[in-house]
């Protein structure tokens, strides 16, 4: 699988926006970008994914660069709830396309809310 | 609330014995995926199931094994257990498996997991 590099933490307020940056520069034309949260106490839960075209839905909007080799999640208005570990994951379609469908998290951007 | 259940929520044992961990998947669900989130090593994945067949399989000790049963629910065994064993054990389900065009449809749905003792 691909790789891809976020920073280690980031800090927000309460009620701003918040732009979370992933780096894929090694990403192929089947790699769709996923990301993940993961509250504190809780099991990861999806956020959103996206293949070219920037991507909205209720929690977030995906917005990939036109070379595809970063993306960025942004969180339109944060709350505390917000809070929680993000992980950026690339996952091959043709992959998925065969059942192999594993998740590999790397460490993820840890995002503080500050109220 | 995902939809995935996970039973016991903690699990306390001593090094040496065996323990099982049962998920139940969001309904109409077919795959089940195990994870493993340690301190240091992050969150890794174990093992898939699809339709009672394993998938795939990823960082599984040999102590350990898992299986599917005809009502989709899946248990992971964990035996001869040591202190590195213990973590939060997760699982995640979702409904597809394989033929599926475009990215949709494989986004897995993670329980709230099982987090292991071993003293």
């Known amino acids: 699988d691909a790789k891809t590099t976020q920073p280690n933490s980031m800090e927000s307020n309460e009620e701003e926006p918040v732009h979370l940056p992933c780096n894929h520069s090694?990403?192929?034309?089947?790699?769709?970008i996923h990301w993940y949260r993961q509250l504190p106490s809780q099991g990861p839960e999806y956020v959103i994914h996206?293949?070219?075209s920037n991507v909205n839905n209720r929690m977030a909007s995906l917005a990939i660069a036109e070379d595809r080799k970063s993306s960025t999640l942004i969180l339109h208005r944060a709350t505390l709830r917000d809070a929680a570990v993000y992980y950026c994951?690339?996952?091959?379609?043709?992959?998925?396309?065969?059942?192999?469908?594993?998740?590999?998290f790397g460490q993820g951007t840890r995002l503080t809310i500050n109220p | 609330d995902s939809g995935v259940t996970q039973t016991p929520k903690h699990l306390i044992t001593a090094t040496g014995q065996r323990v099982t961990l049962r998920c139940s998947p969001r309904s109409g669900d077919l795959s089940v995926y195990w994870y493993q989130q340690s301190l240091d090593q992050g969150l890794q994945f174990l093992i898939q199931y699809y339709n009672g067949e394993e998938r795939a399989k990823g960082n599984i000790l040999e102590r350990f094994s898992a299986q599917q049963f005809p009502d989709l629910h899946s248990e992971l065994n964990l035996s001869s257990l040591e202190l590195g064993d213990s973590a939060l054990y997760f699982c995640?389900?979702?409904?597809?498996?394989?033929?599926?065009?475009?990215?949709?449809?494989?986004?897995?749905?993670f329980g709230p997991g099982t987090r292991l003792t071993v003293t």
């Open positions: 090694t990403i192929s034309g089947t790699d769709y």
């Open positions: 994951i690339l996952r091959d379609v043709v992959v998925l396309i065969q059942g192999a469908q594993k998740l590999v």
């Open positions: 996206g293949l070219t």
């Open positions: 995640a389900s979702s409904t597809q498996s394989h033929g599926t065009s475009g990215g949709n449809g494989y986004e897995q749905y």
